[in-house]
């Protein structure tokens, strides 16, 4: 039997169910990067495990409500809250995606791909070029995720979270799903 999955924008009467989804994950691998005749390429290497969780977001969902240039979208799973995707136009006028999270018990489920279908219709209705969004080099279930969701990677940033943790081995990784140019 298949689960029921609903996504729906954020508004006033669901407000509280945003930023509840952050759940932690197993880190247990890690992509090395390498590039070869101007592409990105990889090799995927175990590391010792160890659990990863993200902070809760700190934005102001209410800003988000009935804004033309960003959205935020919650996935149900049989009526269950089971994730969040946050998007918005971007400097670039890209679709940008800020985060998307699902719950441990609802992973492997459909609600990513549903969530990310939304940012895609979303991205379409306001004729974006497409989306962005950035992960970590050790996050590569993720990576393996957008990479099934058509995303291809654009770019890689070896410093962005040195600031923050001067040890880290982290790399921000950009992700790109282009859209095909529409002839009219």
């Known amino acids: 039997m298949s689960a029921n999955i609903t996504v729906e924008e954020m508004d006033v009467h669901n407000l509280q169910d945003a930023n509840q989804c952050h759940d932690p994950f197993i880190v247990d691998s890690e992509r090395v990067l390498r590039s070869e005749q101007n592409t990105i390429r990889y090799s995927v290497i175990a590391i010792p495990p160890y659990e990863k969780t993200y902070p809760p977001n700190q934005i102001e969902y209410d800003a988000y409500i009935r804004n033309p240039e960003q959205c935020v979208f919650l996935a149900h799973c049989d009526g269950a809250l089971a994730g969040e995707l946050i998007v918005r136009r971007w400097w670039n006028n890209f679709a940008y995606l800020e985060d998307i ?31 962005m969004l950035e992960t970590q080099n050790n996050n590569v279930a993720a990576c393996r995720f957008y990479e099934r969701c058509g995303f291809e990677l654009g770019g890689f940033d070896r410093h962005l979270y040195r600031a923050l943790h001067p040890d880290t081995r982290e790399i921000a990784l950009y992700w790109y799903l282009v859209f095909p140019q529409e002839i009219p």
């Not at 999270?101 to 497409?130: C, E, F, H, M």
């Open 101 to 131: 999270t699902v719950k441990t018990a609802y992973r492997r489920q459909g609600i990513g791909r549903a969530l990310v279908n939304r940012a895609i219709d979303w991205a379409r209705s306001r004729q974006l070029p497409g989306i």
